[in-house]
C-alpha cells in the first residue's frame, strides 16, 4: 500500500543548532513530493516541492530537501533553526495518476530551545 | 491576492446532525480539495472538485459529500454527525495540476457533542 512515513514524533532542538526531518515514502510510481509546516491554528503553508530535475530542492525560510531514490527519502533541512521555526512539519506524496490528491505522513513537531 | 477563505472558523454541532462547511478558493483556481485533519488519523485526503466535478475521493463514508460552484467555490456537507467527525477540515486550492502549489485555508474546527 501507498505509505509516507515521518518516523519522529517529536524533535526539539537549540536555537542556532541544524535541523533535519526525515521522510520516507512507500509508492509504485515516481512520485511527487512535498514539506508543509503548520504553525498552531493555522493551515498548511508549502515549504518546497520536488517533481524532478536536481534532486536537491531549496524552499523559502531557508530550507532545503534532498530527494533520495534509493532511499525512498525526501529529508528536509535547516542549517540553523531560529525560535519561529517551532511547528509541525508534513510530507506529502502526490503522484500524477490521483490528480492533486495528497498523502500526508503523520507529522513531526519541532520544539526550539533558547 | 487574497487567501484561501473558509467559513465558519469554528463550528460545535450535536450528535445526528448535519453540517455544511465552506471554501472560496484563491481567485483563477479551479481546483478545491478537502482534507480532515485529527489527533489519531492525522491529515486524510476527503475529496477533490475541478470545474464542478469530483475528480478524485477519498476512503470515507457517504455520510461526507460535496460540491463546487461555478465560481469555484466550494462546500462539503456531513450528515447525520458523529463524535468522531470532530476534526479540524482543511481545504486548499490550486490552478488546476498536481504540479500546481496547493493553497491551503486556515480550516474549520468542527466539534460534535
Known amino acids: 500500500a501507498q505509505s509516507v512515513t515521518q518516523p519522529d514524533i517529536h524533535i526539539t532542538v537549540s536555537e542556532g543548532a541544524s535541523l533535519e526531518l526525515r521522510c520516507n515514502y512507500s509508492y509504485g510510481a515516481t512520485p511527487y513530493l512535498f514539506w508543509y509546516v503548520q504553525s498552531p491554528g493555522q493551515g498548511l503553508q508549502l515549504l518546497l516541492k520536488?517533481?524532478?530535475?536536481?534532486?536537491l530542492v531549496q524552499g523559502i525560510k531557508g530550507f532545503e530537501a534532498e530527494f533520495k531514490r534509493s532511499q525512498s527519502s525526501f529529508n528536509l533541512r535547516k542549517p540553523s533553526v531560529h525560535w519561529s521555526d517551532a511547528a509541525e512539519y508534513f510530507c506529502a506524496v502526490g503522484v500524477r495518476a490521483a490528480g492533486n490528491k495528497l498523502t500526508f505522513g503523520g507529522g513531526t513537531r519541532v520544539l526550539v530551545k533558547p | 491576492k487574497a487567501g484561501v477563505t473558509q467559513t465558519p472558523r469554528y463550528l460545535i454541532k450535536t450528535r445526528g446532525q448535519q453540517v455544511t462547511l465552506s471554501c472560496s478558493p484563491i481567485?483563477?483556481?479551479?481546483?478545491v480539495s478537502w482534507y480532515q485533519q485529527t489527533p489519531g488519523q492525522g491529515l486524510q485526503f476527503l475529496f477533490e472538485?475541478?470545474?464542478?466535478?469530483?475528480?478524485n475521493k477519498g476512503n470515507f463514508p457517504g455520510r461526507f459529500s460535496g460540491r463546487q460552484f461555478s465560481n469555484s467555490r466550494s462546500e462539503m456537507n456531513v450528515s447525520t454527525l458523529e463524535l468522531g467527525d470532530s476534526a479540524l477540515y482543511l481545504c486548499?486550492?490550486?490552478?488546476?495540476?498536481?504540479?500546481?502549489?496547493?493553497?491551503f485555508g486556515p480550516g474549520t474546527r468542527l466539534t460534535v457533542l
Open positions: 520536488y517533481f524532478s530535475g536536481d534532486t
Open positions: 472538485y475541478f470545474s464542478e466535478t469530483q475528480r
Open positions: 486548499a486550492s490550486s490552478i488546476e495540476r498536481p504540479t500546481d502549489t496547493q493553497y
Open positions: 481567485s483563477g483556481h479551479r481546483s
